[in-house]
């Protein structure tokens, strides 16, 4: 009798092999995901604009592939209507310096960077600070963040996304959920490749 077990048991660890093998070669999945967490939240010191320069993000691999985060910027976008995106031509950029993430199946990679001074911003105590023209002052301001994600069977995709909207005269809100991660790339393809 105590064979036959071992005969299940052995039969059942060859299935369950067998389907993990089948599940990681013919059914590749993607699925990068961010935390952003307080990352490039702007505040607001009378009409000028404060970001920290430490900042700190966390990047998931839920997938069974490998991903490569090439490059990570934000961007302060002048929202010159009340449907204006991430895209504008009066960005002003935040240049974060952190080096390429490589994320293998199932990480868990907490990245810190600091930002690096770039006009317009003026490098102040903790950080960095806008300042805006007279113009602007009564503007609304969207933080936007910008990654390159690469796939084995990829180019860079760029993915866009606004985390904050700062309003003149009051503070920041968020436009994403904080406790929840940010999907940046979540596809799956059959096949090998």
Same mark, same amino acid.
């Given at each position: 009798m105590g064979r036959l077990a071992g005969i299940g048991n052995l039969t059942s660890l060859a299935s369950h092999l067998s389907l993990s093998a089948y599940r990681t070669v013919f059914f590749q999945r993607d699925d990068i995901r961010l935390i952003v967490g307080n990352a490039l939240n702007v505040t607001r010191d009378k009409s000028d604009l404060l970001l920290a320069q430490d900042q700190e993000f966390t990047f998931i691999n839920s997938g069974n592939r490998q991903a490569v985060v090439s490059e990570i910027y934000g961007e302060l976008v002048l929202a010159t209507d009340p449907n204006s995106g991430c895209v504008g031509r009066l960005a002003k950029s935040i240049i974060i310096n952190p080096t390429q993430i490589v994320l293998k199946p199932g990480d868990i990679l907490p990245l810190r960077a600091k930002l690096i001074q770039h006009y317009p911003w003026e490098k102040d105590k903790d950080g960095f600070r806008f300042r805006? =023209?007279? $113009? $602007?002052? /009564?503007? %609304?301001? *969207? +933080?936007? !963040?910008? *990654?390159? +994600?690469?796939?084995? /069977?990829? =180019?860079?995709?760029?993915? +866009?996304? @606004? *985390?904050? =909207?700062?309003?003149?005269? $009051?503070?920041?809100? $968020?436009?994403?959920?904080? /406790?929840? @991660? *940010? %999907? +940046? !790339?979540? %596809?799956? =393809?059959?096949?090998?490749?």
């Open positions: 805006q =023209s007279k $113009e $602007e002052q /009564d503007s %609304r301001y *969207l +933080v936007c !963040i910008h *990654l390159y +994600v690469t796939t084995p /069977d990829s =180019s860079s995709a760029k993915w +866009v996304q @606004p *985390l904050y =909207s700062a309003p003149p005269n $009051e503070p920041a809100s $968020e436009l994403f959920g904080k /406790d929840e @991660p *940010l %999907r +940046v !790339i979540q %596809r799956t =393809s059959w096949g090998f490749g």
